[in-house]
């Protein structure tokens, strides 16, 4: 426990970094994936060929082998970025993947006959998207996204391989001048599994917030409890 009240400060500094790269890298493929996702829904095929090639590639090259090319490729075409960076670009673009299939299969959820009659009234592609299709097929998506959340917050961890002082790295660190290796990757892992736990929590608050009449719905089963209650 010594190892640990010595090296408090080095140890938060690693968890505020995992926090950071893991919403920066989520947020951003947010971003990233849905415009995919719609680039592969699109009527334009050079659109859909360009998306799905995308998806297919960063879907299946292994995270760690990507953050590696990325760090130590780009300096070689003359793209130097600190390896915080590189390590946010890595989460980027191989959860993007990940949330373009999420949002494309939410897509696909909502019925046709919802996309036509936006059309009927003169919604083009992308207003029929925005105000018709995909606020219906988030509700769809919300679970599939929180996946992808948790699958982020894990693949941080490989950052520590590109020298990112995240909490691996500190862990490692700490473990190399301590010899602790249970104690402190313990550590590591209650960090990772609060992150997980917390995205997966705030996740389904937002799933029923979103669920249509999730408010009343709420409202109702609290009424039906307090009824319950009063009749016990």
Known sequence: MDAIRENLPLLAQGIGTTIALTVLGYAFALILGTVLAVARVSPIPPLRGAATVYVEIFRN?????????????????????????????????????????????????????????????????????????????????????????????IGSALCSAIAVQEVTWVTQTLNIRYAQAVLMFMIAGAVYLLLSLGGAALGGVIERAVAPGGKDRSSGRAALDVTAGAQA
């Open 61 to 153: 090259i292994p995270l760690l082998s990507l953050l590696i090319l990325i760090a130590f490729g780009l300096p070689d075409v003359g793209l130097l970025l600190p390896y915080f960076w590189c390590g946010v670009l890595g989460l980027t673009l191989s959860s993007a993947a990940f949330v373009c299939e999420n949002v494309r299969s939410g897509i696909n959820t909502v019925p046709v006959g919802h996309a036509e009659a936006a059309r009927s009234i003169g919604l083009g592609f992308f207003g029929t998207l925005r105000f018709v299709v995909l606020p219906q097929a988030f509700r769809s998506m919300v679970q599939p996204l929180v996946n992808v959340f948790i699958g982020t917050v």
